[in-house]
């Protein structure tokens, strides 16, 4: 009976093994999708605030205005454009030709060397309020760094109360495309699970071949098993491709194990293909099946899951909804992984929410799978 089994097995196996190979969506949305997925977002994407346009308006050139203006000048956050007046920085302004205004008046220097009080304008372009923010942090920045130095030179202490020593862990360079990449694998993962297992069965009713299918000796297990596996090798051979571009491609550094990599993959796999497999089973249209893949797995997976957008920034009632996105436990993995190493408490806890998922989409997976037209 054992071999039997087996055999079935092995030949369902093969049949959706020949499938695979005879359609080229399939080797595409698993190989050819990470690539373009991953260039797009590795070079295409960048959260980074790099060469910010903003006017610096001197009303007064002399050494000392000259001496801030280049301070902004030497930045590799900003690109300063010069005016010699408000009004056309202002306009310019206006065109979005510059995201922010520096101004100098006619006195600064006067009283900067008076030892009085010496302000500078700053006018923030705050259509993008996070940009805005960015922009702000950055002139502010610099301009406590020059002020700082500025004090040094004329030996006069800065009367600043508190000394800020800033360490940046796990992404020092401050890079958005190692906190992007290592999340992308978890996006490409649920399409290659979810959307590809969608279409299996709902292709088989399609198709007609489901009937055949009913009256072989084939078992409920053996027919899911022999969907499954096909599709899980493929997955985690789109992983693989995924994990080698991110490392050699776009250098982001891999300082966890990478065995651990392989094994919470195969969970968050087994969950995707569950989740596609009962969408496929609900559903027995394709077209339905792959829109209902969409909505279900993948938008979430893309908005929900921190891959992207800060959950901690999100309204609570929405927190609360990223729990049932599993793409949310293996993102949080992949950015400890690769950018902090093995942190047990982390890996551990999010692998025992997909263990959990994983257990409940195969009951359902199950109780729904019968041998029986209706």
Known sequence: MRKLARMRLLGMIRKESLQILRDPSSISIAFVLPMVLLFLFGYGVSLDARLIPVGIVIEQPDTTTQ??????????????????????????????????????????????LAGGEAPIGLI??????????ITQGYIQGTWLAW???????????????????????????????????????????????????????????ERGTMEALMVTPLRIGEMLAGKLIPYF???????????????WQFDVPLRGSFWLLVVSS?????????????????????????????????????????????????????????????????????????????VWPVVLS????LLIMLLFFFALVWRKSHKHLE
């Open 147 to 205: 002020l700082s130095r500025y004090a040094e030179s004329r030996g006069q202490p800065l009367p600043i109360p508190v000394s800020l020593e800033q360490r940046v862990w796990f992404n020092a360079a401050l890079s958005s495309r190692l906190f992007l990449v290592p999340g992308l694998i978890a996006i490409i993962m649920t399409m290659i699970g979810s959307l590809l297992t969608a279409l299996v069965v709902a292709r088989e009713w």
């Open 233 to 247: 090798v493929l997955g985690m051979a789109g992983m693989l491709f995924s994990v080698a571009m991110a490392v």
């Open 350 to 353: 999010n692998m025992g929410a």
């Open 67 to 112: 001496s801030l203006a280049g301070a902004f000048e030497r930045s590799e956050f900003f690109q300063p454009s010069y005016f010699d007046n408000i009004q056309t920085a202002q306009q310019m302004l206006n065109e979005r030709h510059i995201d922010g205004i520096l101004w100098m008046r006619n006195n600064f220097s006067s009283n900067l």
């Open 266 to 342: 195969a969970l968050f796999m087994l969950v995707a293909l569950a989740i596609g497999l009962l969408i496929s089973i609900i559903s027995k249209n394709q077209f339905v099946a792959g829109q209902l893949a969409i909505i279900v797995t993948f938008l979430p997976a893309f908005i929900l899951s921190g891959f992207l957008f800060d959950i901690n920034s999100m309204p609570e009632w929405v927190q609360l909804i990223t729990h049932l996105v599993p793409a949310r436990y293996f993102v949080a993995i992949l950015q400890t992984l690769f950018l902090a190493g093995d």
């Open 124 to 133: 923030i372009n705050g259509v993008d309020s996070n940009q805005a923010n």
